[in-house]
């Protein structure tokens, strides 16, 4: 059994037709309505001189986003300090020690670091050198790059300790 379809019925009357538009004498009338205007711009904006365009900086359509691999972006003059210098370690540490890091999330961020070849004291000094190389520890294509090669190293080892013994004949 189907159902029949709900087609709903648009300009029944012959008079909201299209096609009633277009005949008669008010057609001609009705073409002649139409107006099309065109306004001209403001025109081209005076250029600036050459030499002050050379230092301004220009945006490029994407924004604060960072590609791995692209160069730091310069600081322009009055932006103050880098972020290294802007607090003391113990004071960033202190901040990420605020954060109630998992023990797992810190010694992730252990491994990425050491990964990173960067020396760190604690994990909480781990994760705030890896932040200053613009490298966030709990992204998940860092942790799963992380367990894929622990992963690889595991089965490296585990192949060498699933041989059996040799056989020997129990023939007396």
Avoid: C, W
């Avoid at 309505?33 to 359509?61: I, M, R, T, Y």
């Avoid at 113990?90 to 050491?114: F, H, P």
């Amino acid at each position: 059994m189907t159902t029949p379809p709900k087609a709903r019925a648009y300009r029944i009357n012959r008079d909201e037709s299209v096609l009633a538009v277009g005949q008669g004498p008010q057609a001609a009338d009705e073409s002649r309505k139409v107006q099309v205007g065109v306004q001209k711009g403001a025109g081209p904006a005076v250029a600036a001189e050459p030499g002050e365009q050379l230092f301004e900086s220009h945006e490029d359509g994407f924004g604060d986003m960072r590609f791995p691999g692209a160069a730091k972006p310069a600081r322009p003059a009055g932006q103050g300090p880098a972020p290294a210098d802007a607090a003391p370690m113990a004071e960033r540490i202190a901040a990420v020690k605020a954060e109630n890091l998992t023990d797992r999330q810190l010694r992730m961020a252990r491994r990425i670091a050491a990964m990173h070849e960067i020396q760190a004291a604690s994990d909480h000094e781990a994760v705030v050198l890896l932040r200053d190389r613009g490298i966030d520890p709990f992204h998940r294509a860092s942790v799963s790059r992380i367990l894929s090669e622990e992963g690889a190293r595991v089965q490296a080892q585990d192949s060498g300790a699933t041989a059996l013994p040799a056989r020997t004949d129990r023939r007396g």
